[in-house]
């Protein structure tokens, strides 16, 4: 019996990125991306693991669709990296990158497996890169190049485009922390990068209108619900200004047309506020037909008068986590999807990432036992549903991940796929958290 029972056309799906999966990181034309370059460099990622091979996932796309079809999942969320599509980041294109997009298209609609695609997920071409990336403003007429030619190859094709994945994480972990790629630790470049994208963001929307194209678009933003650690009102204070510099910021440009005041205030204050234009912020706020949101915890945050620039941190709570350090908060699921409705206009939301890393292992019968994955999901799955009651416009959820794969920074010793992969031979073995989805995805909700 189906306890929790979901919207009819609710969408279920699973989710992956060029880089963490594809590897053949120089074949077929492909040019250099800037975690190519990022990874190359010795201390930037754990044990110097790097996207080279990854899961082959270039080689092995077929068999990997065929495991999509095995578990019922009819939703699979992907990038293209752009630098197989355009090796130096604009001009030249490169037909063979063109070819495997389309060869992994057609496999997918074969097995009634609708595509979603991530235009960016992070891995800029280094020749773009070396012309100042995302700070140059001709970067921004290169994404709308090279999203214009995927919409004119695919667009027919695919009916969910996302045109960035994470402006916050590019920006901040990117250009001011530094521990992304390209390894910039400087939060004035980090803002007026962010901005560049919020406009290439918005181009490509109002391209894609222009094209009379029958598909949806919008964005994804990572989003956390973010609480104080005290009443206190310095913790309280805290607290907004982080929610503004991880949610508000983005949301209100895209959803409003403006950046909220506060934080252009305190970021002037910092000589931190990048420069823009009325007409940035209109064209920024071209309408998108969905959010798509990535929630993975929540933030606890307090006044800290030595934390530069915003005199914020985080409190490390000693709740359980998963295998990023990440608490294990669902309700955060709930809040962020109700004040997302109350806030901007009931817009149609897509979870377009949602999952945790365990430490799994094969156990003597060649099974992975991820129970607390399973937990994990269930509970977030739960205040989704919550949520659809109390009147938030859900309208799908793509689980992270489908494969395990590479984790950035963290390199392959991190896991949060539900099928898992033994990078040594390239094998797949389905874990029981994906048997489990595939029957939530069969019932249309939770049985327990
Ligand atoms: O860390 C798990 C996944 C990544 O593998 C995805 O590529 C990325 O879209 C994604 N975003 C988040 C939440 C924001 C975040 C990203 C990286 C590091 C810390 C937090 C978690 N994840």
Redesign the pocket.
């Known amino acids: 019996m189906v306890k929790y029972k979901f919207p009819d056309d609710f969408i279920w799906g699973v989710a992956t990125?060029a880089y963490?999966i594809e590897g053949a990181y120089n074949k077929d034309g492909k040019g250099e991306n800037i975690w190519d370059r990022f990874t190359s460099i010795p201390g930037n990622i754990y044990k110097n693991h790097n996207g080279n091979v990854a899961c082959d996932h270039y080689h092995l796309y077929q068999s990997d669709i065929n495991i999509l079809k095995e578990l019922g999942i009819k939703n699979y969320r992907f990038s293209i990296s752009w630098a197989r599509i355009f090796p130096d980041g604009y001009g030249k294109v490169n037909q063979k990158g063109i070819e495997y997009y389309r060869r992994l298209i057609n496999a997918l609609l074969d097995k009634g497996i609708q595509p979603a695609i991530t235009l960016y997920?992070w891995d800029l071409p280094q020749e773009l890169q070396d012309i100042g990336g995302w700070t140059n403003k001709k970067v921004v007429d290169y994404f709308v190049e090279y999203a214009e030619l995927m919409f004119k190859e695919f667009g027919d094709l695919v009916p969910i485009w996302i045109t960035h994945?994470?402006p916050w994480?590019v920006s901040i972990?990117g250009h001011a922390w530094g521990v992304h790629a390209p390894g910039i630790k400087d939060y004035k470049i980090a803002l007026k990068v962010a901005h560049n994208i919020l406009l290439s963001h918005g181009k490509v929307v109002k391209l894609y209108r222009s094209m009379s194209l029958k598909g949806k678009i919008g964005i994804t933003l990572?989003l956390s619900s973010i609480h104080s650690a005290t009443d206190s009102e310095k913790d309280l204070l805290a607290a907004k200004i982080y929610d503004g510099f991880m949610n508000r910021w983005f949301l209100d440009a895209i959803l409003k047309g403006s950046y909220p005041e506060d934080m252009k205030k305190l970021y002037n204050e910092l000589n931190i506020l990048p420069q823009f234009s009325d007409d940035d912020m209109k064209i920024i706020n071209e309408r998108i037909d969905f959010l798509g949101i990535?929630y993975?915890t929540r933030s606890v945050v307090k006044y800290d008068e030595n934390a530069y620039p915003l005199k914020v941190s985080m409190l490390d709570l000693d709740n359980p986590k998963t295998d990023?350090g990440w608490e294990i908060y669902p309700k955060g699921l709930y809040e962020l999807l109700i004040n997302l409705h109350k806030n901007y206009d009931g817009i149609d939301i897509l979870i377009t990432?949602n999952g945790a890393a365990f430490n799994d292992i094969v156990n003597y019968k060649g099974k992975v036992v991820d129970d607390y994955r399973i937990d994990y999901l269930y509970r977030h799955l739960l205040e989704a549903y919550r949520a659809i009651c109390d009147g938030v416009n859900l309208k799908g959820y793509y689980l992270?991940?489908f494969l395990d794969n590479f984790?950035?920074a963290e390199g392959y010793s991190k896991r949060?796929g539900i099928v898992f992969v033994d990078y040594n031979t390239q094998k797949r073995i389905i874990k029981d958290s994906a048997y489990w989805y595939s029957d939530v995805i069969k019932n249309n909700g939770i049985t327990e």
């Open positions: 990125s963490q997920h994945n994470e994480v972990l990572n990535n993975y990023m990432e992270w991940s984790e950035w949060f």
